[in-house]
């Protein structure tokens, strides 16, 4: 659940592998956003929509409401984990572990001897209880709840296993919210939410092109179309000054993985996702500017869609914007 669109993609098994069964969205309005009365009548109207009877959903937060922690701790406190970080994950989180939901996971030895390396995701109770609330009142059950970073890094894992041995950077561009990540060996080694996304370009269009957001949201994805020559240059000026700044940011994320990171490497891919990757001449500005190959990540890629229910060309066109919500479908398929 973004901030302008919901998502839901159902995946049904055939010989235990994984395959494509349905996939749609429903709009969120800007004074939707923050009313779950409204989102939740958008998800049962998705439902409906799709025909999905199963009621068991996995969803994710995002955003400033989580916070994921890479630490490295003794080995023997593994034996007592819960223990462990009712003393220690204080120093860790910087909220009161009362106010919190608190999970872990162990990746494996730490670089030093006797030693675990272990990822703490913590989120507020208040931002979960609210995301609960709207699929409840949605008439949806939720078995697992998620984090966005680490359904992206699920559904490139599946994806792209040829990949997995050489850091690879994942890019998911929302309408609000982004996150940069660094998928190595089937874990994320970096993850970073960026305060950006389309809504601020849409914005901008809206008030110096004085038109519909719907229009400028067509702009951005689609380019001048019949636009005035005077309206194209105030078109351009402003997709490249909003590209020259999120240049700018994904560079210096790329410069403080390979500074911070114990013995890390820099990509030579990126893969964008997310509504926003699609924007009008952005793959091609990121390619030339920070030098590196620029990939669409294709979340049906290793998924074989039903031939009989979906349009190649429509998978192909929106394809991007549902890596988040394929890698929390997988998530279940592969359980």
Not at 306 to 324: E, I
Request: hydrophobic fraction near 40%; aromatic fraction near 8%.
């Amino acid at each position: 659940m973004g901030s302008g669109w919901i998502k839901a993609v159902s995946l049904g098994l055939r010989r235990k592998k994984p395959f494509l069964e349905k996939l749609g969205r429903a709009p969120l309005g800007v004074a939707e956003q923050d009313k779950s009365e409204q989102a939740a009548s958008r998800l049962i109207e998705l439902w409906q929509r799709l025909a999905i009877r199963d009621k068991m959903v996995v969803s994710a937060m995002t955003g400033h409401a989580v916070i994921i922690k890479r630490v490295t701790i003794p080995s023997e406190a593994a034996a007592n984990m819960e223990l462990f970080l009712t003393k220690e994950a204080r120093q860790y989180i910087p909220f009161d572990l009362q106010d919190v939901y608190l999970d872990h996971q162990i990746l494996g030895p730490g670089t030093k001897e006797g030693s675990l390396e272990v990822v703490l995701v913590a989120s507020k109770k208040k931002e979960v209880q609210e995301r609960l609330n709207i699929l409840t009142r949605a008439g949806l059950e939720t078995r697992v709840m998620d984090v966005d970073a680490f359904a992206l890094n699920n559904c490139f894992e599946f994806n792209y296993p040829e990949f997995r041995e050489k850091p690879q950077y994942l890019l998911d561009l929302g309408g609000q919210l982004s996150v940069f990540c660094v998928a190595l060996r089937d874990q994320l080694v970096f993850q970073r939410e960026l305060s950006l996304g389309g809504q601020q370009l849409t914005d901008r269009l809206v008030k110096v092109l004085n038109k519909s957001r719907a229009d400028c949201e067509k702009l951005k994805i689609n380019g001048p179309g019949e636009l005035s020559e005077q309206e194209q240059e105030v078109l351009f000026a402003e997709l490249d000054a909003c590209i020259s700044s999120w240049t700018s940011e994904i560079r210096r994320l790329m410069g403080f993985y390979v500074g911070s990171v114990p013995d890390s490497t820099a990509a030579r891919n990126l893969f964008l996702s997310g509504g926003c990757s699609l924007l009008f001449g952005l793959k091609e500005r990121l390619a030339s500017e920070l030098q590196i190959n620029i990939h669409y990540l294709d979340p049906w890629r290793k998924l074989v869609p039903d031939s009989g229910r979906f349009d190649p060309a429509y998978l192909q066109a929106v394809g991007p914007q549902f890596a988040v919500a394929t890698g929390l479908a997988l998530r279940e398929a592969l359980a």
